[in-house]
């Protein structure tokens, strides 16, 4: 019985040595608690933009013309646009009512012919509060790489000269990676024909096979307009002349047509091999 | 004057002993007093476990004081031991306390509303001293609470000790047992994560399930609130865990310990004479005062199961925490907790009504009227050969029908899904985002090529992945290949791709599935939760 006294009161002691050995890390737990948390709710974030907001914003937010604006942007970190816009709160809180809200009425300077819809909840949107916290964060984060690309040179000045609508140029070798970055940012190919299906997929799936048997099925189609005379034109016809040939179930229209005026030959054959990358 | 002269008593003493005398005479009274009848010097004795004085008083806690008037002034030398008893039921007694004072702390830093009760969790991870020491301790003291509840009933039907006269006792047990296990499903609601809402929308699916149609309807609306479950429903699971529950818990705990010191604690079987109940006459010659040996024991239990539950809540267990509550999304595999999977596993044979409402409800009834159907006087084991059997069967039975509750068996999801999911998991972290951050490099890789992959947490990834597909590729599927694409999103932001590609054994068609996660540098999903 003297020993359960004994090893009662040692327990005891350990107990308290315990917490307090607890207690002295606590603080240290509680702000990785912390800092684990936050980036969780970046990456909670990404995905609901992906799924929400990347359609017009663009996969990478670098936004889309006639769409939507990009978020992904200097202007918007630096207080260019908040000025614009006349708010004197924090950009959090901008984004946060932003996205809760939508945008009833367009901005001062702005003609998106879209409005911005409503997503909180408490508008009668699908996100939950804590969901629209999730993307202000995601957005937050892009603050530093999007300063930073406004600060260095453009890394290549348009010297190289237009690639037109010619599509029967003869291309450089491509670079598939260079292609994707392309599709993913500046030309914003990713946001229709990648992520979603407004456009025509590039990936195959199902029963819609790989681009270059389709561009060979679309060329040898009784109703084909165009003037491609094999798959590698038709594609190139596809980018630069979108509306030579509009496959049906696609309403005409949708694909811009100013992809002459912004790519050179080196951006179309970039794109076009990684186009063709997707199996 | 004499309406102004005020009378200390204690400055009389002072006059008759001198101050130092009568502080201590003070002290002394003050002690009795509080410990309902010992003296200092008595206190000692039993703490050194001194031969009581004539009178004994160390009887007298008991017959005046309230903490001590249910207990016994001794007990039976042949149930001091560990056996027949395991201590089970005062282990559930002692979980129940630890529940109450870590539930009421807890309860400080919660609020019962669907807006608010997921960042609640956070806050008390986050933003609360000792605060996921709390949780982890009520988690963990819960399931412990339903082991020892479970073991002290099944050591009751073992020893035979629920047969008459104590056949009310077991009664009452199984309504604790029933309160133990709602309680602890209760809680399961609370932080309003993922695991929380399914497990509860998988229980209250059952409750709608009784028939007629009207009565489960009628429950299910009583207990949810609403149609689904949500604010209401919350709120009401919140008040069953926190005040119904435990007010029940309480009386039946009341009832059932009055009517174990009643009868006494019954001998193991072997040391009475069949049909014979002399637990309640213990000769002079074997008897086990509660005062010292019980009581020091008993403190030295506290210390020691308080002490094990600081550490391994501390640092080897950890209560979950899924993503929010969303009633949209609905997790790859929802399981019950798991002492209901045997629960889950009936549901898997058959219809909801028969295997989900009837036959657990037999179930209970059967448990609840044991004591009046196995009505043979003798408790010796070898006389029990049938109930043994029986128990020794459902205990059986119970293991199978719970392995069957799991994700293990049964459940169709197409092996894609699943290869996919064993590496991005949507109830747990999963090994790809315990994986250090930095050995995820960008790029795009082929789980046939692990071997080949930069670095040893991808080549693990990928091995486990081109593992999973084998599943695919026993079953008939061609040319699978699975692919992982790490893309560099933000800064501190990855974005993964986990990507199938197959061709239809049978009918040639091509077939694809893709899953996409996002994983930051800082997410640190090795801390636990």
């Known amino acids: ?279 | 004057m004499s309406i102004f002269r005020v009378h200390i008593p204690f400055l009389d003493e002072v006059k008759a002993h001198g101050v130092r005398k009568a502080l201590l005479l003070k002290a002394d009274d003050v002690v009795t007093r509080i410990t309902a009848g010992l003296s200092i010097a008595d206190v000692r004795a039993v703490l050194r476990d001194d031969p009581p004085g004539r009178p004994n008083p160390r009887l007298k806690p008991h017959s005046e004081g309230f903490w001590l008037h249910m207990r016994p002034t001794y007990y039976h030398n042949l149930v001091d031991g560990l056996y027949p008893t395991f201590r089970l039921g005062w282990l559930s007694t002692y979980f129940f306390a630890v529940e109450i004072i870590t539930g009421i702390i807890l309860m400080v830093y919660y609020t019962p509303s669907p807006l608010v009760a997921y960042e609640n969790m956070l806050n008390i991870l986050s933003n609360v001293p000792f605060g996921r020491l709390m949780r982890d301790i009520h988690r963990l003291g819960a399931e412990l609470m339903v082991i020892a509840v479970a073991l002290h009933m099944l050591r009751t039907f073992i020893t035979g000790s629920y047969k008459k006269p104590r056949q009310f006792t077991w009664a009452t047990g199984v309504i604790l047992l029933g309160v133990t296990l709602f309680l602890s499903f209760s809680g399961y609601l609370l932080p309003w994560d993922q695991l929380s809402l399914w497990a509860v929308t998988i229980g209250a699916s059952m409750i709608e399930a009784a028939p007629p149609e009207v009565v489960g309807k009628t429950l299910s609306l009583m207990v949810l609130g609403g149609p689904q479950i949500g604010a209401n429903g919350l709120l009401r699971f919140y008040l069953l865990h926190v005040v119904a529950l435990p007010f029940v818990g309480l009386i039946a705990f009341g009832v059932h310990y009055y009517k174990v010191i009643h009868h006494g604690h019954s001998l193991p079987p072997e040391a009475e004479e069949i049909g014979v109940d002399s637990a309640t006459r213990v000769p002079m010659n074997q008897r086990s005062y509660f005062m010292p040996k019980i009581l020091t024991r008993e403190l030295f239990y506290v210390s020691v199961f308080t002490l094990l539950l600081v550490v391994v809540a501390a640092y080897f267990f950890h209560a979950p925490l899924e993503p929010h509550a969303d009633p949209q999304v609905t997790p790859l595999h929802t399981t019950a907790p798991w002492y209901f999977l045997w629960l889950q596993g009936m549901l898997k044979l058959g219809d909801k009504v028969i295997w989900g409402v009837i036959v657990p409800t037999i179930m209970g009834g059967l448990l609840l009227l044991l004591p009046y159907l196995e009505v043979g006087p003798s408790r010796r084991y070898a006389h029990r050969r049938v109930g043994l059997t029986i128990a020794a069967l459902s205990v059986v039975a119970l293991a199978v029908l719970s392995f069957m509750g799991t994700p293990w068996y049964g459940v169709t999801v197409t092996p894609e899904v699943e290869a996919v999911a064993v590496i991005l998991p949507q109830t747990h972290p999963g090994p790809l985002r315990t994986s250090p951050w930095e050995e995820i490099e960008y790029g795009s890789f082929e789980a046939s090529a692990w071997a080949s992959a930069p670095t040893p947490a991808l080549r693990e990834l990928l091995r486990t992945f081109d593992h999973e597909l084998d599943r695919m590729r026993a079953a008939g599927q061609r040319e699978v290949e699975g692919f992982m694409i790490v893309e560099d999103w933000q800064p501190g932001l990855k974005k993964i791709t986990m990507r199938v590609v197959w061709v239809d054994g049978e009918t040639g068609e091509p077939g694809e599935f893709s899953q996409v996660a996002y994983f930051h540098r800082d997410s640190n999903y090795a801390q636990g939760e």
């Open chain 1, 1 to 279: 019985m003297k020993w359960h006294i004994v090893l009662g009161t040692l327990a005891l002691v350990l107990t308290m040595a315990v917490l307090a050995f607890l207690a002295l890390n606590e603080p240290a737990r509680m702000d990785t608690f912390i800092q684990g948390y936050e980036a969780r709710r970046i990456e909670q974030g990404a995905s609901l933009f992906q799924s929400n907001c990347s359609s017009c914003h663009g996969v990478q937010g670098k936004g889309i013309e006639g769409v939507a604006p990009a978020l992904n942007a200097a202007d918007l970190f630096n207080g260019q646009r908040l000025e614009r816009v006349g708010w004197t709160g924090t950009l959090e809180d901008y984004l946060e009512g932003v996205i809760a809200a939508g945008r009833p009425v367009p901005s001062a300077g702005t003609t998106y012919p879209q409005r911005m819809p409503t997503w909180g909840q408490e508008f009668g949107g699908p996100l939950r509060p804590d969901q629209i916290d999730a993307l202000v964060a995601f957005i937050m984060n892009w603050e530093e790489r999007a300063l930073a690309e406004a600060e260095a040179p453009p890394l290549e000045a348009p010297s190289a000269e237009m690639v037109g609508t010619d599509i029967t140029i003869a291309l450089p070798e491509g670079d598939p990676e260079r292609g994707k970055a392309l599709s993913e940012g500046a030309l914003g190919c990713s946001g229709c024909h990648v992520l979603a299906t407004v456009g025509p997929p590039w990936s195959a799936s199902g029963d819609l096979p790989s681009l270059e048997e389709r561009a060979a099925q679309r060329i040898a189609a009784q109703d084909y307009s165009g003037e491609a005379a094999d798959a590698q034109q038709y594609l190139i016809e596809s980018i630069l002349k979108p509306d030579a040939y509009v496959v049906a179930g696609y309403p005409p229209g949708v694909m811009p047509k100013t992809y002459g005026e912004r790519m050179t030959a080196q951006d179309l054959a970039d794109v076009l091999a990684y186009m063709l990358s997707f199996r």
